[in-house]
């Protein structure tokens, strides 16, 4: 049986297409196959992830040519890259299957707890928990990031937040994507991720550095202050997030304690 299906109207709008591949009217693609398990894949991949011409482009590009990827998606580019979501889902899915890999087949944690004397157990609760939900927790801190960055560089007024998102989404997602194989090579040769994840801050800092002075067209030096100014920014908002997350730990930790006396009390 053959498996291609005449087609000479659009099936979204009724135009007649006999002579496209693409409708004319709507510009939805004209399908002359029965569906199979490949072409399935293929229309899903293009629709979600569309890695099949423009993920390597996208990160030779943003490698060598942030302004052009960054800027181009900002100034209305959809077709020559990967869009900022898929590219930072991707990052995600491969930031996932890192600690999956880390707990699963390297048995290492995802921090090194030896130093910490007290409260071991809610503090591997914790981080437990940003394993469990770093997906989330990834698209929650990009605003942050934005707002950082937004006001570091106030002084230009050349991006607004939502475009600082887009820039930082597209800077914190190729970090995660060109670390990836070297993470996991350099774990199967047994180095501990603790020590591997200072190359890993220290490529976040040149990358964005190198991002922020393709896109802002400053000199090395001013682009360096102006990334030390925002990692130092960042690093005093995350201690004290993850202070308040201890004591809202503590608090809640110590309340459960309480409620379960009292409940064995009553018993």
């Not at 099936?11 to 490949?38: L, M, S």
């Not at 994840?197 to 990358?207: G, H, K, P, Q």
């Not at 130092?232 to 730990?249: K, N, P």
């Amino acid at each position: 049986m053959s498996k291609l299906i005449p087609i000479s109207n659009c099936k979204n709008c009724g135009t007649q297409v006999e002579h496209h591949n693409f409708c004319p009217d709507c510009g939805a693609k004209k399908i002359t196959k029965r569906i199979t398990f490949r072409n399935l894949t293929e229309e899903l991949t293009e629709k979600y992830f569309n890695i099949d011409n423009s993920l390597v482009r996208t990160i030779k590009d943003l490698m060598i040519n942030p302004h052009d990827v960054i800027d181009g998606f900002i100034n209305g580019v959809r077709k020559k890259y990967i869009n900022v979501i898929s590219y930072f889902l991707i990052s995600i899915t491969l930031n996932g299957l890192t600690l999956f890999s880390l707990k699963k087949y390297f048995n290492q944690p995802i921090v090194d707890l030896s130093t910490i004397k007290e409260d071991q157990e809610w503090i591997t609760t914790f981080y437990d928990m940003l394993y469990d939900y770093q997906g989330i927790s990834s698209f929650a801190l990009i605003p942050l990031y934005a707002l950082i960055s937004k006001k570091v560089f106030s002084n230009y007024k050349k991006y607004n937040f939502t475009e600082h998102i887009v820039i930082n989404m597209y800077i914190n997602a190729h970090v995660a994507i060109v670390m990836f194989v070297p993470i996991m090579i350099l774990l199967a040769f047994g180095f501990q991720y603790k020590d591997i994840s200072f190359y890993s801050i220290l490529f976040i800092f040149i990358y964005s550095i190198f991002t922020f002075k393709s896109l802002y067209h400053l000199n090395w030096k001013q682009t360096t202050l102006k990334t030390l100014k925002f990692l130092l920014i960042l690093f005093v908002l995350s201690l004290i997030l993850f202070f308040v997350a201890i004591i809202i730990g503590i608090a809640m930790a110590a309340m459960e304690g309480k409620f379960n006396n009292e409940t064995a009390m009553l018993f």
